[in-house]
């Protein structure tokens, strides 16, 4: 499952080292109390959900955090970019599907374009689309390795301890 296969994930960035150095904090799964990394579990509406939990790092949504300086963003990048490096040699099971972010099956925007009215808007997803198609033959011959590649203001944390400069947490 994807939550299996995020558990494994975090597991293999700790078991690399990577996980809590200053580099990239990563949290750590918390087992069940029956010791399964995730387990399903059924809402108040009766549907199952599949539940994990992970370890607490402090700091804020980075979409709160003001101000976005270029030394903050700069971290960021060097940070994302440390996760993806640790990621490398991830594999499961789980990653051989259709995700709609993965740029080498992106071919279904083209046939969606027509939803967008907006004239300008759907001329602006046509030539990025375009633009994706002439560079395809380039991109499959490119490693294939697993990234974050969800990374949003919402789930990247900003530390700004007194006296200290605000950081990636």
Known sequence: SLVDMLCSAHDYVHAQGDASNTEFPVPSVVPATSGAR?????????????????????????????PQDSALIRELGQRIAHLDRALAGFSHPAMQ????WDLLKADWIDAQAERITDRARRAIVQRISAQYA????????????????????????????????????
Request: hydrophobic share 45%; aromatic share 10%; charged share 25%.
């Open 97 to 100: 599907r259709d995700l709609k």
């Open 134 to 169: 002439a560079l395809k033959p380039a991109r499959r011959l490119e490693p294939i390795a697993a990234i974050h590649n969800d990374l949003n203001g919402y789930n990247i944390l900003v530390a700004h301890d007194a006296g200290q400069r605000p950081h990636v947490s």
């Open 38 to 66: 995730w387990c399903a579990a059924v809402d108040a509406d009766g549907r199952e959900r599949f539940v994990w939990l992970i370890s607490f790092i402090e700091g804020r949504n980075y979409a709160q955090f003001r």
